[in-house]
């Protein structure tokens, strides 16, 4: 399993833009694909993002489709969510989260990072 460590979130007007990281310890962080979630207060955890352990596929929610990206640089670790043109509805706690190649969202999670808070202000 990795550990996984979320930074990056804060307060923010509406739209503008933020960008997380998720940075990954432990062995393997190649072989997992990432996926970042969020959860706003009274409701559900949601995948907003994921991507494949080479990068080269990715998914998003349809509410951030066009507006968040999702990246990993697998020689330092790391998984970047980029979100531009940020709206209120955005507030929420993310989370970064790994599983392995060939499992299923949410199902098959192995690692959950601790969370960041991102709020934008209307």
């Known amino acids: 399993q990795v550990q996984l460590v979320e930074s990056g979130g804060g307060l923010v007007q509406a739209g503008g833009s933020l960008r997380l990281t998720c940075a990954a310890s432990g062995r393997s962080f190649g072989s997992y694909n990432m996926g970042w979630f969020r959860q706003a207060p009274g409701k559900e955890r949601e995948l907003v993002a994921a991507?494949?352990?080479?990068?080269?596929?990715?998914y998003y929610a349809d509410p951030v489709k066009g507006r968040f990206t999702i990246s990993r640089d697998n020689a330092k670790n790391m998984v970047y969510l980029q979100m531009n043109s940020l709206k209120p509805e955005d507030t929420a706690v993310y989370y970064c989260a790994s599983r392995p190649i060939g499992g299923n969202w949410p199902d098959d999670i192995g690692s959950w990072g601790q969370g960041t808070q991102v709020t934008v202000s209307s």
């Open positions: 991507i494949t352990w080479s990068g080269v596929s990715t």
